[in-house]
């Protein structure tokens, strides 16, 4: 049994990943019908849903609060109480208002699980084997968009009460996630950095890994008494590369326009002609190509190496959004092109930056300033995800389609850029070793 409980916790701490995903992409069926119900312009509409986001984005910023003081498993306990929440609230909200309040509070359930669980399995992980395990996180958000999208389909049109069922579907994970939480240890890092409970972490870390333990115990530094307090250290200016490093990969994982498709990929399918229903079941496409190259990723992530991944996303994320932004610019919406060509950009984005971005930004930063490191992260790409769905309804309506991806493209391009430039390759290299290389 011992050898199955490592892949055991990551894949139940990795479950927030898929209510991150399911929460993320689940409006989409039902935000037309919603917009019609209760005659929202496209301004409120936008802001309706990218309440989600804003609530993101303070979850993601303060994430690493609780994670650091109260620990990576109570942390993601309460994660799991407010998708419940949300999710049963969302079902049943009288007015748009309150709509928007139960989306924000999922939203912060989003922003934190974004920061906690990413951060749990690296640190509970083997060197060799953290991509993977790190990178469920990914393959369980896509499997719950995938999850939303046919949820959506099957369930049919969100007129009437439909869209409330939509929402509701989610309150049957929250509930699964919220018990099988409460199964999982403490994260051992946490546990020596914070709590200095050396003989506990040695327990846990000898199950997750037997071989190496004693030596990860003996690398991770217990905080002295009297020491600045983590938050002092992750400002000083010692991490000034680390910091550098999350913050341009998450902003680039959010000017591919990633967010804009996946909130919007019917409203995006209808722009070109297509039925309701033609939209629906090709979003439910783009949620199938999402996890089966996600898949992919997670099987290259710790043989070929994040940078390898980046790059190879990084020319199929320039090819496909050139060729939307053409087909836009031409009126070129005959056939199958423009869903072949989003595909392909969704195929890029997860065995590229979707398979990269939460396994790189929680191996970049010291043990001791990890959560914070990851909040900066997380919250970078939640500020930019809100930006950027709030004005799309708005963008893609006053300039059209052409300019919009037109940008997207050219925002890769110096992506690309970053990963051949400054990018450093963190495979199969322990986080002690990480923290000595990148702050030296």
Request: with cysteine; hydrophobic share 55%; aromatic share 14%.
């Amino acid at each position: 049994m011992k050898r199955y409980q490592l892949l055991l916790w990551s894949f139940t701490v990795s479950l927030g990943g898929f209510l991150f995903g399911f929460d993320t992409a689940v409006i989409s069926g039902g935000e037309q019908a919603i917009q019609l119900q209760w005659g929202l312009s496209d301004l409120v509409l936008g802001q309706m849903v990218a309440m989600a986001l804003y609530g993101t984005v303070i979850g993601a910023l303060f994430g690493g609060i609780p994670t650091d003081r109260i620990g990576r498993k109570k942390t993601l306990f309460w994660i799991a109480v407010l998708y419940l929440v949300s999710a049963a609230g969302s079902a049943l909200a009288p007015d748009v208002w309150w709509l928007m309040f139960f989306r924000f509070i999922g939203g912060l359930g989003v922003g934190a699980s974004s920061v906690a669980a990413p951060m749990y399995i690296s640190e509970i992980a083997p060197a060799a084997k953290r991509g993977r395990l790190t990178a469920m996180f990914q393959f369980n958000l896509v499997l719950g968009i995938l999850m939303a999208y046919l949820s959506n389909y099957l369930i049919g049109s969100g007129e009437g009460d439909g869209w409330r069922w939509m929402l509701g579907m989610e309150v049957f994970p929250a509930v699964l996630y919220t018990i099988m939480i409460l199964f999982v240890p403490e994260s051992p890092r946490w546990l020596i950095t914070n709590k200095g409970q050396v003989e506990e972490a040695r327990r846990i870390l000898r199950i997750a890994d037997p071989a190496s333990a004693d030596e990860a115990v003996a690398s991770i530094h217990v905080k002295e008494p009297g020491s600045a307090s983590h938050w002092s250290a992750f400002i000083s200016g010692k991490f000034k590369f680390p910091i550098l490093l999350a913050f341009l990969i998450a902003f680039f994982n959010q000017v591919s326009g990633i967010n804009a498709v996946i909130y919007y990929a019917p409203r995006i399918f209808n722009m070109t002609g297509m039925g309701d229903d033609a939209a629906l079941l090709s979003s439910a496409g783009i949620g199938l190509v999402n996890l089966v190259f996600t898949m992919l990723g997670l099987a290259l992530i710790d043989k070929m190496g994040r940078r390898f991944l980046m790059y190879i996303g990084s020319i199929g994320y320039i090819v496909s959004l050139a060729a939307v932004a053409i087909a836009f610019f031409t009126e070129s919406f005959n056939g199958i092109m423009v869903p072949f060509w989003l595909f392909v950009f969704i195929a890029s984005h997860a065995v590229g930056q979707g398979a990269v971005i939460w396994v790189f930004i929680a191996e970049v930063f010291p043990n001791e300033v990890r959560a914070y490191g990851q909040s900066l992260g997380c919250s970078t790409h939640w500020v930019l995800a809100a930006i950027i769905s709030a004005t799309f309804p708005i963008v893609a309506t006053h300039f059209g389609g052409g300019p919009v991806f037109a940008f997207f493209s050219v925002m890769m391009v110096f992506q690309l850029l970053f990963v051949w430039r400054i990018m450093p390759e963190t495979k199969g290299v322990s986080l002690e070793e990480l923290e000595r290389r990148l702050t030296k």
